[in-house]
């Protein structure tokens, strides 16, 4: 009785993990396409591993009855050097084909297309109007980041377009730059419902996109924009009182964190900090104000 409760059970995980590798593999493929890559080599006979029975073919096998050295194959999934987990998380293995080189603005237009279809968060999904990706240098040396659009933004598609927009336009002319020499985003892409902060599955589902928008563009500064932003990033839970006239540290980028514009405007004394934590950043990079 127990060889046969353990071979039913076996049986329908199999049938869910090829499902999601069908489904991986699904995907991965139509990433590719629109990166355009149009062919895969085909497989050696050194790389291809065992193939995989179809889940229906698996469900049909009288598993009640097998011996156990036949139990064992059933219940083991058959090993395939063709494929492993890659650090994108695809588990489909194409470093034998690798995509062609395209500049990082198109590479960033592919994955804004994935943003667009994105329905991770049902509730961001369902009441956006638009999502909002990023806007800027795609090679920017500074990335200024924020916490998630507002209501202008997700009405035109840009991040920083509001009141708060107009505010870090000035706070970059100040600065001797322009919103065409950084790259603007979001951690998150979807307006959450009432400009309420993002919820921790939110910023979960969407840091994917952050994190390879941030690769592609590669900067050597990042600025965060009040405190969802910086803990977020950093992943701390330190205010940004305690953030602030500090560089910290993101992979290969100097990281400096600052009150939001929207906090600015209801609290104009903090402007003074928050030109502090500017001239900081500017220090940092070289320039002179």
């Known amino acids: 009785m127990k060889l046969t409760l353990a071979a039913e059970e076996a049986v329908p995980t199999m049938r869910e993990d090829a499902e999601r590798w069908r489904g991986a593999l699904a995907d991965r493929l139509e990433s590719l396409a629109r990166a355009g890559v149009e062919q895969l080599p085909k497989a050696t006979a050194q790389a291809a591993g065992?193939?995989?029975?179809?889940?229906?073919?698996?469900?049909?096998q009288p598993v009640a009855s097998a011996?156990?050295?036949?139990?064992?194959?059933?219940?083991?999934?058959?090993?395939?050097?063709?494929?492993?987990?890659?650090?994108?998380?695809?588990?489909f293995d194409v470093d034998e084909a690798p995509a062609p080189e395209i500049s990082a603005a198109a590479t960033l237009e592919v994955l804004e297309q994935e943003v667009t279809g994105c329905t991770l968060c049902h509730e961001l999904a369902s009441t956006r109007t638009q999502t909002v990706f990023g806007v800027g240098n795609p090679q920017a040396q500074l990335c200024?980041?924020?916490?998630?659009?507002?209501?202008?933004?997700?009405?035109?598609?840009?991040?920083?377009?509001?009141?708060?927009g107009q505010l870090l336009n000035k706070i970059l002319t100040a600065c001797k730059l322009e919103r065409e020499d950084v790259y603007i985003l979001n951690m998150i892409?979807?307006?959450?419902?009432?400009?309420?902060?993002?919820?921790?599955?939110?910023?979960?589902?969407?840091?994917?996109?952050?994190?390879?928008?941030?690769?592609?563009?590669?900067?050597?500064?990042?600025?965060?924009?009040?405190?969802?932003?910086a803990q977020s990033l950093l992943n701390t839970t330190a205010s940004i009182g305690k953030l602030r006239k500090t560089v910290h540290a993101y992979r290969d980028a100097k990281v400096v964190c600052t009150y939001h514009p929207a906090y600015l405007l209801r609290n104009p004394a903090a402007k003074k900090d928050a030109w502090e934590d500017m001239q900081l950043l500017m220090r940092e990079m070289g320039l002179e104000l």
């Open 67 to 91: 011996a156990p050295d036949q139990l064992k194959e059933v219940t083991q999934m058959p090993k395939s050097t063709a494929w492993r987990p890659l650090a994108s998380g695809s588990l």
């Open 144 to 164: 200024i980041l924020g916490e998630a659009p507002g209501a202008d933004e997700d009405r035109l598609g840009e991040p920083f377009v509001g009141r708060a």
């Open 50 to 60: 065992p193939e995989l029975a179809p889940a229906t073919e698996v469900a049909a």
């Open 189 to 229: 892409k979807c307006r959450p419902p009432g400009n309420r902060n993002p919820l921790p599955q939110e910023l979960a589902n969407c840091r994917r996109y952050l994190e390879r928008q941030l690769e592609l563009i590669q900067p050597e500064f990042i600025c965060c924009l009040g405190a969802v932003a």
